[in-house]
């Protein structure tokens, strides 16, 4: 009986204690658009009208700001002719956005226009031996933060690459991960892996020159590929790269580049690599469809066929994948970008539908094109 006493006594006080609030706080989510050809836009006479508000006149990222927009995210081309993406016309955008409050995620491409897995092409003003490349590679890195930080632009995320699967920098970067066996695979990746380190080096330059070090990402597509980023990463690892030299994992997940591309997949794949790697992981592209009715090409296979290709799909596509990083194991999902969500004269955005942005055009008067907010400008308010 005098036990049963104690017990209930102890009980009692232990019921009594005041917990403590934790201090710890929630690492932060970052909810971006690439926004990289607004300027281009507005300087060609597009304007965007919020729906919301009777069609009044603003800012795009106002409007996406108002529908959970906290990043945005910017490529930058090395020489682009005309300056489109370059350097100046990158921190003319980022100032602004920045003032606005927003944070800044810097795509370096490596090239003077588009680099992705299909193309990969080098400056052309660049060396074509890979010693020089990569000490070029490393003080144009150095060189572009350090120019950030004049500016008084804070970066918060940086990408050493753009969808290098393939590797970057071609011919002397290229890579395949398919290359069997393995010893020859890992051979394969030896001059990326150069590369790689080197454009990481200039980051560590830039920061021994006063810059505040940014998170930096390595980006990959096809992230429901558990495969291929298995492959990619355990070759760089092989090819001396510390695991410790990148902060991110960052990965494209698109609906129409193959059926394979389904949310169970991209689960698995973000989920195994957590747990491997115990860093962060972002999608930082991906977009869907608010019109696929094959007036161009052949209507391509959503590899989630129950998601409709509408605005309400755009939503429910997008809250889908924020789910699904959210629940990354050890709290490590970090992110989800919707890329180029504006761009009023390229609504394909590369796929064969005919457009997967957030504003419906209004090309009826040739001087100005306008763009009008659709529900789906609030996706990223849907899962707070």
């Known amino acids: 009986m005098r036990l049963q006493i104690l017990l209930l006594l102890a009980l009692h006080l232990v019921r009594a ?42 800012r795009a990222e106002a409007i996406l700001g108002d529908g959970g927009m906290n990043t945005v995210r910017l490529r930058i081309w090395v020489n682009p002719v005309g300056g489109l993406y370059g350097l100046q016309y990158n921190l003319e955008l980022a100032k602004r956005f920045q003032n606005e409050g927003y944070k800044i ?11 992705d897995p299909q193309k990969q092409p080098p400056p052309a003003a660049w060396p074509s031996t890979l010693g020089p490349l990569a000490s070029t590679l490393r003080e144009y890195v150095k060189d572009t933060l350090i120019s950030f930080k004049e500016a008084g632009i804070h970066l918060d995320l940086v990408a050493l690459g753009n969808e290098i699967r393939h590797g970057m920098l071609w011919p002397l970067g290229q890579a395949d991960v398919d290359v069997v066996p393995w010893p020859k695979t890992v051979a394969n990746f030896s001059n990326l892996a150069t590369l790689w380190k080197a454009a990481r080096a200039g980051v560590d330059d830039a920061v021994f020159a006063g810059v505040a070090k940014p998170e930096v990402l390595i980006h990959i597509d096809n992230g429901w590929n558990l495969t291929l980023q298995q492959r990619w990463f355990g070759a760089m690892i092989e090819n001396g790269l510390p695991i410790t030299a990148w902060d991110v994992f960052g990965f494209s997940f698109y609906p129409f580049y193959g059926t394979s591309a389904t949310f169970d997949n991209l689960r698995m794949t973000l989920n195994a690599l957590a747990e491997e790697y115990r860093k962060p992981v972002q999608v930082v592209e991906t977009d869907y469809p608010a019109i696929c009715e094959g007036r161009y090409n052949p209507i391509p296979p959503s590899s989630e066929p129950e998601i409709s290709y509408d605005v309400a799909g755009q939503t429910t596509w997008t809250d889908d994948v924020i789910s699904i990083v959210q629940q990354v194991p050890f709290g490590l999902g970090r992110g ?38 659709r529900s789906s400008v609030s996706m990223f308010n849907v899962r707070s």
């Open 105 to 115: 995620y810097l795509d370096f491409h490596f090239s003077d226009s588009w680099a």
């Open 336 to 373: 989800v970008m919707y890329w180029e969500p504006a761009w009023l004269n390229n609504t394909s955005l590369g796929s064969d539908c005919e457009d997967a942005t957030l504003f419906t055009p209004d090309y009826s008067n040739p001087e100005q094109t306008v763009g009008y907010s």
């Open 17 to 58: 204690i005041p917990t403590q609030p934790s201090n710890r706080e929630e690492p932060f989510f970052f909810k971006g658009h690439d926004l990289s050809s607004l300027k281009m836009l507005e300087d060609g006479g597009c304007i965007y009208r919020d729906t919301t508000r009777y069609n009044e006149t603003r």
